[in-house]
């Protein structure tokens, strides 16, 4: 059972409006991701961070940032909410430690709903 | 891009018989591939790995086989239970010449169904 969190798990919040969604990992991986995933879909990774201080962004362009502080806590925050946003956020970390595998460890997603 | 991708959405299998879910690849680089499964609320969760040294690995009642000369990865379940109803997803890490790695590309998924 992986030790990854996330919170809140669901939210409904207005246009406009901005949002910090919460990840934090007890595991003391130095990689951490954040993937958007409609329903049903495919996972998209929009941000990912291999250590603090480091940030990147993904495959899918996203109006969202991250920061990295602190190594076990990678927040994403949305500026201003459009239910074009609406989707479930994952967010995950990793051991990663070169030679090619990079198992990542996924909390239980925040499901976002904007109005 | 270069995606990885299932080739059915929909798997039903009866309760006992095994279940082989299929995964296509189209990246010859990918070096390492994941099978996670995803039950309703919840996040992926890991079920078994295998680097692209590799034919074949076996966990707890799973299996994954890897082809790599038509680029196919299959995720065999032996005796389907109620309780492997899921979505199940293959991802496929293709390095990087940096040697790190910007995160795994995942698959559409295919939801299994376990009739009784």
């Known amino acids: 059972e992986a030790d990854i969190y996330q919170t809140p798990r669901y939210l409904v919040i207005g246009t406009g409006k901005k949002i910090t969604l919460e990840c934090s990992q007890t595991?003391?991986?130095?990689?951490m991701y954040w993937y958007q995933q409609d329903p049903g879909m495919e996972l998209h990774l929009i941000h990912y961070?291999?250590?603090?201080?480091?940030?990147e962004k993904g495959d899918l362009s996203s109006e969202s940032t991250v920061s990295r502080i602190r190594t076990e806590h990678f927040p994403l925050t949305l500026e201003s909410a459009r239910p074009s946003h609406t989707s479930q956020y994952l967010c995950?970390?990793?051991?990663?430690?070169?030679?090619?595998?990079?198992?990542?460890?996924f909390g239980p997603g925040t499901r976002l709903t904007v109005l | 891009g270069e995606s990885v991708g299932l080739h059915l959405p929909t798997l039903s299998v009866q309760e006992g018989d095994n279940s082989i879910i299929n995964c296509a690849y189209s990246?010859?680089?990918?070096?390492?591939f994941i099978w996670y499964k995803q039950e309703s609320g919840k996040g992926p969760q890991f079920i078994i790995d295998?680097?692209?040294?590799?034919d074949k690995r076996q966990g707890q009642r799973v299996t994954v086989l890897l082809n790599k000369t038509v680029k196919h990865l299959s995720l065999q379940i032996a005796a389907t239970q109620p309780g492997d109803s899921a979505v199940y997803f293959c991802?496929?890490?293709?390095?990087?010449?940096?040697?790190?790695?910007?995160?795994?590309?995942f698959g559409k998924g295919t939801h299994l169904i376990i009739q009784p």
């Open positions: 295998i680097r692209s040294n590799m």
């Open positions: 961070s291999y250590g603090v201080n480091s940030t």
């Open positions: 995950a970390s990793s051991d990663y430690s070169g030679g090619g595998t990079d198992t990542q460890y």
């Open positions: 595991m003391g991986h130095d990689k």
């Open positions: 991802a496929e890490n293709i390095p990087h010449s940096g040697g790190g790695a910007d995160g795994l590309t």
């Open positions: 990246n010859s680089a990918s070096d390492y």
